[in-house]
C-alpha cells in the first residue's frame, strides 16, 4: 500500500483517481473529517417538521441527527446520544416529543438539549454540563442543510448570491412530494463524479436525452437552444443569473455552491415523459419556460429545478465501498398529489434515470476494483468531474 502523502503527491492532474483512493480505509476515514463532517448536507425540508416538537432522525455513517422544531417554533438539530452513556435517544424515525427521554435509564431533556432530570444525579455534577451535543443546522429558504463540523465554513455567500434564484422557485412554499432511498455498491466518489458529467448521458439516459440539451452541451444546436431558453425568461417570472462557485471556484472558507439553467429540447416544457406539465408553477414563475436549473450545494447535495417542480440528490457513503443517493421531489406547497400531480409520472423520469446511473456506477466501481485498473484521463466532456476530483484532493492535502 503506498501512502497516502505520496498518492496525493504523484497523482497526474486530470486524470482519474488512483484505486486507493477507493479502496483504503485509512483515506476514507481522512475523507469523513476533512469533506464528509465538514460540508453542509442538505437533510430535508423544513415543512416536514410543522408543529412545535416534531423531529426526524438524519443519519450519516454512525451518525445520527435528531432535527426538530422547539417550543419557541426554532428548528434545532442534536446529536443522538446521551449525556448519560451515550445511548441512543430517539429511535424512531421521526414523530413529535414534548421532550426528548433516553430509553435506557431516562435522563430527559428539553427541545433546546437542555438536561432536565437525571435522577440519582450525583451531588457536585452540574446538570448544565450535560446538555445534548447541538449540530449545526441553518434553514434556507425552507431547506435544512447540516454540518457535524465544530467550526463549520460559512454560508452567508451562498445565501446572499442564490437569494434570488431561490425566491424565483419558491423554495419556502414548497413540500416534499417524494423522497426514495436508492443504495448504491460503490465508494461515494464514484457517485459524485457521475453526477458531475453528462459524457455518459447519452448511452446510458436515453429518457433524459429526448429532453435535456445538456447532453449536447459544446455540440451543434446547444446555443441556439439556449439562446431561445432565454428569449422568454423574463415573460415567465425568471432571471438570467449564473454563479459559478463550486469547487476550484469555491471562496475560502465559505461553502461552494452554483447555479446556471440549460435548454430542453423542443416538445418539453419540463422533464416529464410526455413533455407535459407535471405539477403547478412553482414560486413567482408566470409561464412555462422551456429550460432547467442546476442548484449545487456544497460538495454532495444538488437539485435541477424545473418551472413545476423541484428534485434534489444527495450522495452520501454508507460505509467505504457502499453509498447512497437520496433523491427528493418538491413540488408547490399547496399541490394535491392526484389532483394537481400524478406520483408516478413526477417520479419518472429521475426513478429510470437513478436506477440506470446505479447500474453504470456498479460497474465502474467493479472495473476499479480490478489490479489492472490504473487512472485515466478525463475528457473534455468531464470538465466539472475534473475540478471535484481537483478540489478533493486539495481538501485532503
Ligand atoms: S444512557 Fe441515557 S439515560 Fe443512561
Ligand atoms: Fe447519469
Not at 211 to 239: V, W, Y
Not at 329 to 349: F, P, R, S, T
Not at 364 to 378: L, T
Amino acid at each position: 500500500m503506498k501512502n497516502i502523502e505520496n498518492l496525493l503527491s504523484q497523482h497526474q492532474e486530470d486524470w482519474s483517481l488512483d484505486q486507493e483512493f477507493y479502496k483504503d480505509q485509512s483515506i476514507f476515514n481522512l475523507e469523513k473529517k476533512k469533506i464528509l463532517f465538514n460540508s453542509w448536507i442538505f437533510t430535508g425540508h423544513e415543512s416536514q417538521i410543522p408543529n412545535k416538537g416534531d423531529y426526524f432522525l438524519y443519519k450519516l455513517l454512525e451518525e445520527e441527527i435528531i432535527i426538530l422544531r422547539n417550543k419557541e417554533n426554532e428548528i434545532k438539530a442534536f446529536f443522538n446520544v446521551c449525556r448519560h452513556r451515550g445511548s441512543r435517544i430517539c429511535l424512531n424515525e421521526g414523530g413529535n416529543v414534548k421532550r426528548l427521554t433516553c430509553p435506557y435509564h431516562s435522563w430527559t431533556f428539553n427541545l433546546d438539549g437542555k438536561l432536565l432530570a437525571a435522577k440519582s444525579l450525583r451531588d457536585g455534577i452540574d446538570k448544565a454540563t450535560l446538555n445534548l451535543h447541538p449540530c449545526n443546522i441553518e434553514v434556507i429558504a425552507g431547506m435544512l442543510f447540516i454540518n457535524l463540523s465544530d467550526d463549520p465554513q460559512s454560508l452567508d455567500n451562498l445565501r446572499r448570491d442564490l437569494k434570488e434564484p431561490f425566491d424565483m422557485f419558491g423554495f419556502t412554499d414548497m413540500k416534499i412530494a417524494a423522497h426514495k432511498n436508492y443504495p448504491i455498491a460503490s465508494n461515494w466518489k464514484l457517485a459524485v463524479e457521475n453526477y458531475q458529467e453528462c459524457y455518459h448521458c447519452a448511452p446510458s439516459h436515453p429518457e433524459y436525452s429526448l429532453s435535456h440539451t445538456l447532453k449536447i452541451e459544446d455540440e451543434p444546436g446547444f446555443d441556439e437552444a439556449q439562446e431561445k431558453m432565454r428569449s422568454n425568461l423574463e415573460s415567465c417570472g425568471l432571471k438570467d443569473i449564473e454563479v459559478d462557485k463550486d469547487f476550484s471556484n469555491k471562496d475560502k472558507d465559505q461553502e461552494q455552491y452554483a447555479y446556471s439553467r440549460y435548454a430542453l429540447f423542443d416538445g418539453y416544457i419540463t422533464g416529464s415523459e410526455d413533455g407535459k406539465p407535471l405539477a403547478p408553477l412553482l414560486g413567482n414563475i408566470k409561464d412555462f419556460n422551456q429550460g432547467c436549473s442546476d442548484f449545487n450545494l456544497g460538495p454532495v447535495s444538488y437539485f435541477l429545478a424545473y418551472c413545476d417542480h423541484v428534485v434534489g440528490y444527495v450522495f452520501t457513503p454508507t460505509s467505504l465501498d457502499k453509498c447512497q443517493c437520496d433523491v427528493y421531489w418538491l413540488v408547490n406547497k399547496d399541490a394535491e398529489e392526484g389532483k394537481d400531480y400524478d406520483m408516478e409520472k413526477l417520479m419518472w423520469l429521475w426513478d429510470v434515470t437513478t436506477y440506470a446511473d446505479e447500474t453504470i456506477i456498479v460497474n465502474n466501481q467493479k472495473g476499479v476494483d480490478s489490479f489492472k485498473y490504473e487512472p485515466g484521463p478525463y475528457t473534455d466532456k468531464e470538465k466539472s468531474a475534473r475540478s471535484f476530483i481537483k478540489w478533493y484532493l486539495n481538501e485532503l492535502r
